[in-house]
């Protein structure tokens, strides 16, 4: 009989090999799709939240100054295009900032818990993560 240490693990059997490579595969799909679920719902609350007039007033006047210069027509279409993407980046910024408040907001609280929830998903899986690597 060989000797094995007692913190040796035996090899891995014919199928243990792929099953952990497809679970990895199920891991960081999930992990990437909840990221991006993520990252939809702090748009959608940020959008929200400025549609119901909850800011921080610099980030709001920024994002009016935005459609109002996209509505007006007084940018080339390549810049509007970078304009769109800096106001998304606005929306999230807006989100961001309530999220780190954890505080329920009038006129955005269904948005605010769904995005809150995936926060929290997102963190836990992220911590299990760590723990299982």
Known sequence: MPYTSPTSRPAPSLFERPLRWFQRVRDRRRARLLAEAY????????QRMFAAGIDDGETGAAIASIDEAIARNLVARA??????AERVLLFIRLADAALEDDAPLPGANEEFIEALDLKRALETDRVAEFIRA
């Open 79 to 84: 810049e509007a295009q970078d304009l769109r």
């Open 39 to 46: 990252t939809e719902a702090r748009i959608a609350l940020g």
